[in-house]
């Protein structure tokens, strides 16, 4: 493991594994760490060598001076290209691959726009970035969204009750609920959902051009989805699915918690 010191940013630590040779940057869904991805080990990690990295508010990454204004504004995308230019500064600038799954897709998106000619192949499960999400928008760009967001998370019950009322509508299911829960049973980890999604708020991939790259460039790009996801969808995705040519667009039989040991036996046993 290690970390990058990104001016402007602070220092974002990364975590490294897997038996493969081939450089891929990950980056995780939200609640997790770069070790999400380990429990691939038959499958991506195989091939792969692994630089998991946290998320800010998350894990052992953490920002350098940024004032609460600052995070509520949002990271310029610019900052983005900055972890693979400091990543070379510390491995060498070359060819490399991204994966990301859930919100954790808009940073692999971005670097893939940004170094279409240094990538190899693009990873994304259950991928934020690729449609726009109603949800998020409204917390995140409408004026009344964003202050209800700022109650809920002030909120002991608002948040709980919320959730609930998800679920009850089908949603969510059991297993993001039961994430999501344990995510906001504090007013710190409250904070951390309220602060997370308010950092990233402006990392916005363009899908037209990065499907136009991919194109281009030859670089191989797997899509999974769960079939009974109603968070990251695949039909919110075909769009960008339909742009992409030679794209292997898989649909399991899971909902939005794809990165497990079930996700691993389904890769390695697709047919060569």
């Known amino acids: 493991m290690g970390f990058l010191d990104i001016d402007g940013l602070g220092k974002a630590h990364y975590h490294e594994y897997g038996t493969g040779s081939k450089p891929m940057l990950a980056f995780h869904g939200y609640g997790m760490t770069?070790?999400?991805?380990?429990?691939?080990?038959?499958?991506?990690?195989?091939?792969?060598?692994?630089?998991?990295?946290?998320?800010?508010?998350h894990g052992e990454s953490?920002?350098?001076?940024?004032?609460?204004?600052?995070?509520?504004?949002?990271?310029p995308r610019d900052l983005v290209k900055a972890y693979?230019?400091?990543?070379?500064?510390?491995?060498?600038?070359?060819?490399?691959?991204?994966?990301?799954?859930?919100?954790?897709?808009?940073?692999?998106?971005?670097?893939?726009e940004e170094y279409p000619d240094l990538i190899d192949e693009v990873i994304l499960m259950a991928p934020d970035?690729?449609?726009?999400?109603?949800?998020?928008?409204?917390?995140m760009n409408r004026p009344w969204g964003r202050y209800m967001f700022k109650v809920v998370t002030k909120s002991k019950w608002l948040a709980p009750t919320l959730l609930k009322n998800l679920k009850r509508v089908n949603f969510?299911?059991?297993?993001?609920?039961?994430?999501?829960?344990?995510?906001?049973?504090?007013?710190?980890?409250r904070l951390d959902v309220y602060?997370?999604?308010?950092?990233?708020?402006?990392?916005?991939?363009?899908t037209n051009k990065i499907a136009s790259l991919i194109n281009t460039h030859n670089i191989k790009c797997t899509l999974i989805f769960g079939k009974h996801d109603n968070l990251f969808p695949k039909k919110a995705a075909l769009p960008f699915?339909?742009?992409?040519?030679?794209?292997?667009?898989?649909?399991?039989?899971?909902g939005h918690w794809?990165?497990?040991?079930?996700?691993?036996?389904?890769?390695?046993?697709?047919?060569?």
């Open 241 to 254: 699915i339909g742009s992409v040519q030679n794209a292997k667009v898989h649909e399991v039989d899971m």
């Open 129 to 139: 970035g690729l449609a726009v999400y109603k949800g998020f928008d409204i917390l």
């Open 195 to 206: 602060y997370t999604l308010n950092l990233i708020r402006l990392l916005k991939p363009d």
């Open 172 to 189: 969510i299911d059991q297993s993001l609920y039961t994430i999501a829960y344990n995510e906001i049973d504090t007013e710190q980890k």
């Open 34 to 57: 770069g070790r999400q991805f380990h429990v691939l080990e038959k499958s991506i990690l195989q091939d792969h060598h692994i630089y998991g990295f946290d998320h800010f508010f």
């Open 84 to 112: 693979a230019e400091e990543w070379f500064k510390q491995h060498g600038r070359q060819r490399f691959s991204v994966m990301g799954y859930s919100i954790g897709a808009n940073l692999a998106l971005i670097l893939a």
């Open 62 to 75: 953490k920002l350098n001076g940024w004032t609460e204004q600052q995070i509520l504004t949002g990271m």
């Open 258 to 272: 794809l990165v497990t040991k079930q996700l691993d036996e389904y890769l390695v046993n697709l047919p060569q």
